[in-house]
């Protein structure tokens, strides 16, 4: 185990640098660049080549390249953003961290919360009225798309109760009402999908179980179904639900800068898109690589979950 | 097996929870509660006992904008004759004549005669409002903020959510729509001598920055030093009006300060009633001039930051030390920066917010303002012409546009109206004057230009003469190799030039789109590699010496169709030289008429920004300039219950 662990973080290097050299290519090759976004739209040549002359934007490549990897690996602040002056990167990186986790933790506890036992009854109730209908609504959930259903839930709000989140985002520290308040729908917006994935994801999986030969014992030594399904199908069949469940976690980064847009929720979603518009280079780069990171790591501890809930799984 | 896998399920729930503890971990950040769920609710519709009773009542008036009180502009897409121009609206030292020496009594505004004599509240009181002080207001801005020196910028978001912590020198009336009528600022008095050529700004006394320094002359001089000769390093968009209109500052004594022009100059004194020229300090400034103010915001203003911004939230309070003290009205400002628009409306609506944004909903497309409007009868729908062109431009250096039968024909076809009917943007047809201020040329005469007569099938029948007359002598135009420029990123921009590809199908010609980021398509623009582009120009001033100045002379700002027309350039010197009101115009509609038939920068229309706002906001017009002085909020009030006091 640990030589495999060893040997998925060795390999994560060359993972991360060439991820941060397709980063790197794909801000390069964009058109436009963040001097045009600092100056707005009325800047004349000779100012703008000033700045592109002062950020460094007019040098070669490859010492473009190496001045940001420098900035990330040497520099604990990760570099100067090229659009906000005198700001590090790693101050809005953490100035907006907060937010995202937030979203993302809800979200999965609204996934697991109701993603499990949806997919449950769905199973034990097979080709029944409920089944039909909560496929349905999980075949809706993995359809529709989150900016729109964002776009929906504030607009009924905003029509049929004329209430819309407040504005701005409150630690659950500071204030858990207000934060759940704030948090609630951008969870449900961006847990739908989640929680219908789950929930198809537990059903199928509970449906080859319900019928194995272990099952019929349990039943046959006179165990309740409710106890067989629970204690004996779910324990076995939420196994790769978990997995998956993490791997959708890290999937979630996705999500979360649209549903973030869309409300209007100052997290790494939003800061990374305001990067984009803006050109600067040397956030978008660096989020995207944590965003990179996060799912090399994501995925190595999602595979040694899965070693360490069922023993009958061993890494070579 | 099964026992064990319990403890592990178990433990892995456990770590999901302790995840929902983390998130908490980040702590309070940047962002507090918000003050806006705190904020009390207004009573919208609630008549408010103070008001003047010539005011309409919410319920009386939907969702349009009250009657404009000075000079009403009129809403976009209807007939485009100019106003007559009204007494005391527009920019005086254009218009006053200016005797050749001495000193001449100032012809001061109409406006800026009430603040004179009466105070703030004579002005509110001349324009039916009786303003009441406290209150918090909630606003909006749109745009992410790299850094806080206005001065280094054209980016209208820098400007809007710096612009309550500063003064400038002067200012324009809250209530005119054109943003032209000048009031007193930082300078309470001004003379104008040497035949306009020269101004002395006699300064309020007693000001201090927010920091406490003590405000002088000499800011003033290093403030226009810095804009007009910037140091190595600072980016100075503006320098080149500060050039050619500020010859010397000089500081007379702590409480005032000389500026003089090269000859008469009619932008002297206008130039510094725009909200981009705000006094900055000099003790600040001076430790690094090119980046102490990119990230201090230290203003004499009548705000002053009550906490460092935040990427998402700026909060002033109420400068208690403010040189003026019967302003401002508002206790609080808190700046929200929302760049969704439907994030926008939503806030709008349930009242996070109390309008758009200050400068005229640049974000907001007419029907979402409308829909907004319509939801609320509190909510006002202000379509708000501004000085902010579409442009159609053929590159007047490359064949065939260098030949001006081509350009006219293109021109000729292009139906105006058409742009705001189809396109997203909407807009008031106009040539290169603003069409609804004093240098609009008349209808009448607009009519006989190239592009603007009425009868479309006799301007189809037109271009079509004139193409084949072109291909007769030149061979046959390939316009498969000929695209229209575009950028993909502004909402407007290839929306628009469909609508002109589509206007020149009726003349046989067939051309494709060439979609491309606003930042290349700008940069061909200035170096001329294009042959047809639609894209636009936002300008400062409703005066020629900007908007010809820019778009028509020779090497100005925004000469992207590289033509020079010498007679043209001749014209707007002697414009510039003009005392004379009545002559000067009759020389800048002489050169409107030369720019309009020469065919080569064509204007598709004015824009029109859609502000919506609550109607118990007071004392903030929209107006035709995006960098009105409005954005200070100096004179913003609101007529709620909650803020009833009646004075300091």
């Known amino acids: ?316 | 097996m099964f026992g064990k896998l319990k403890y592990r399920i178990a433990f892995t729930v456990a770590t999901i929870l302790a995840l929902t503890a983390l998130a908490a971990c980040g702590g309070d950040s940047a962002t507090q509660a918000p003050a806006a769920t705190s904020a009390p609710a207004p009573q919208a519709t609630a008549a408010p006992a103070t008001a003047a009773p010539a005011q309409p009542t919410a319920a009386a008036q939907p969702t349009q904008a009250p009657a404009p009180r000075a000079t009403q502009a009129p809403a976009a897409g209807q007939p485009t004759s100019p106003p007559a121009p009204t007494a005391g609206a527009g920019i005086t030292a254009t218009r006053a004549p200016v005797p050749a020496s001495g000193v001449q009594e100032t012809d001061y505004t109409p406006a800026a005669r009430l603040l004179m004599e009466g105070g703030p509240k004579a002005l509110a009181e001349a324009n039916g409002e009786s303003p009441r002080y406290g209150g918090k207001f909630l606003a909006n801005n749109w745009e992410p903020i790299p850094f806080y020196d206005m001065h280094q910028t054209s980016f209208g978001g820098v400007y809007v959510i710096t612009a309550p912590a500063y003064n400038g020198l002067l200012a324009t009336s809250p209530y005119d729509e054109l943003a032209a009528e000048i009031i007193p600022d930082l300078a309470r008095t001004w003379d104008i001598s040497d035949g306009g050529a020269t101004v002395v700004f006699h300064l309020a006394e007693g000001v201090t920055w927010h920091d406490g320094a003590p405000f002088s002359a000499e800011d003033v001089k290093w403030t226009i030093e810095r804009i007009k000769n910037p140091p190595e390093g600072m980016v100075s968009p503006r320098q080149g009006v500060f050039r050619s209109t500020v010859e010397t500052v000089e500081v007379i004594d702590p409480n005032t300060v000389q500026l003089k022009s090269d000859g008469f100059s009619p932008l002297l004194v206008p130039l510094f009633s725009n909200g981009w020229n705000a006094i900055i300090p000099k003790h600040i400034s001076e430790v690094d001039p090119v980046n102490a103010m990119m990230t201090q915001v230290i203003g004499t203003g009548a705000f002053r930051l009550l906490e460092p911004p935040t990427t998402t939230l700026w909060q002033f309070e109420r400068n208690p030390d403010y040189f003026d003290e019967n302003l401002p009205y508002l206790d609080e400002i808190e700046y929200q920066i929302i760049q969704d628009p439907q994030a926008q409306a939503a806030a709008l609506l349930t009242q996070k917010v109390y309008f758009n944004d200050s400068i005229g909903g640049i974000n907001f497309s007419p029907e979402l303002a409308q829909s907004v409007a319509d939801r609320e009868p509190g909510l006002v729908f202000s379509p708000v012409p501004t000085i902010t062109v579409s442009h159609f431009v053929m590159n007047g250096t490359r064949p065939p546009f260098d030949d001006i039968r081509v350009r006219q024909a293109v021109s000729d076809a292009i139906r105006r109206e058409s742009i705001a009917e189809l396109g997203p943007q909407a807009g008031t047809v106009g040539t290169g004057n603003f069409p609804l201020g004093p240098w609009a040329l008349p209808k009448e005469v607009q009519e006989s230009l190239i592009g603007y007569g009425p009868d479309m099938d006799a301007r189809i029948a037109n271009s079509k003469s004139l193409l084949a007359e072109y291909e007769s002598e030149n061979g046959e135009i390939n316009w498969n190799n000929i695209t229209i420029q575009c950028s993909s990123n502004i909402t407007w921009a290839c929306p628009n030039a469909e609508v002109v590809q589509q206007l020149l199908k009726k003349i046989d010609v067939d051309v494709d789109l060439e979609p491309l980021d606003v930042t290349a398509h700008r940069g061909n623009e200035v170096s001329g590699d294009y042959l047809m582009s639609l894209l636009g120009a936002g300008l400062d001033f409703d005066d020629p010496i900007d908007t010809f100045g820019q778009l028509y002379i020779t090497d100005g700002g925004r000469w992207y169709q590289r033509r020079s027309i010498p007679e043209l350039d001749e014209l707007f010197q002697q414009q510039k030289a003009e005392r004379d009101f009545d002559k000067r115009r009759e020389l800048v509609w002489e050169m409107d008429k030369i720019a309009t038939n020469d065919a080569a920068y064509l204007v598709l229309h004015w824009w029109q920004f859609n502000r919506v706002q609550w109607d118990f906001v007071k004392g903030l017009t929209s107006t035709a300039s995006a960098r009105t002085t409005n954005a200070r909020m100096i004179y913003t009030w609101m007529d709620l219950p909650e803020a009833n006091r009646t004075s300091r």
Do not use: C
């Open chain 1, 1 to 316: 185990m640990k030589q495999y662990i060893a040997r998925r973080l060795l390999m994560a290097v060359p993972t991360l640098i060439g991820v941060s050299l397709i980063i790197f290519v794909i801000m390069a090759i964009m058109p436009g660049d963040v001097a045009l976004a600092r100056l707005g739209e009325a800047a004349n040549p000779e100012t703008l080549q000033m700045v592109r002359d002062q950020l460094g934007l007019n040098d070669p490549w490859y010492q473009r390249y190496g001045r940001w990897v420098k900035d990330m690996i040497t520099l604990g602040d990760l570099g100067e953003s090229v659009f906000r002056q005198g700001v590090s990167v790693a101050s809005l990186i953490e100035e907006h961290f907060p937010v995202t986790l937030n979203l993302a933790v809800y979200t999965m506890i609204v996934a697991i919360l109701l993603g499990v036992p949806l997919g449950t009854l769905s199973a034990v109730r097979h080709n029944s009225w409920i089944d039909y209908f909560l496929r349905v609504f999980s075949i809706v959930g993995l359809s529709v798309p989150v900016f729109w259903l964002g776009i929906m839930i504030i607009l009924a709000q905003v029509t049929w109760f004329g209430w819309a989140p407040a504005v701005q985002w409150v630690s659950p520290f500071d204030d858990f009402w207000d934060n759940m308040k704030r948090m609630f729908w951008p969870a449900i917006t961006l847990g739908y999908f989640q929680v219908a994935f789950i929930a198809r994801m537990t059903r199928s999986s509970l449906l080859d179980i319900l019928y194995e030969d272990y099952m019929r014992t349990a039943r046959a030594k006179g165990l309740r179904e409710r106890t067989v399904t629970i204690r004996h199908g779910l324990r076995n069949a939420v196994i790769p639900v978990i997995t998956v469940g993490a791997l959708q976690l890290i999937a979630l980064l996705g999500g979360v800068v649209v549903t973030e847009r869309v409300f209007n929720l100052p997290g790494w979603g939003t800061l990374l898109v305001s990067g984009v518009f803006n050109r600067d280079y040397a956030l978008v780069q660096t989020l995207v690589f944590i965003f990179a990171a996060v799912v090399v790591v994501g995925n190595l501890i999602t595979d040694m979950f899965y070693a360490w809930l069922d023993p009958r799984i061993r890494y070579q």
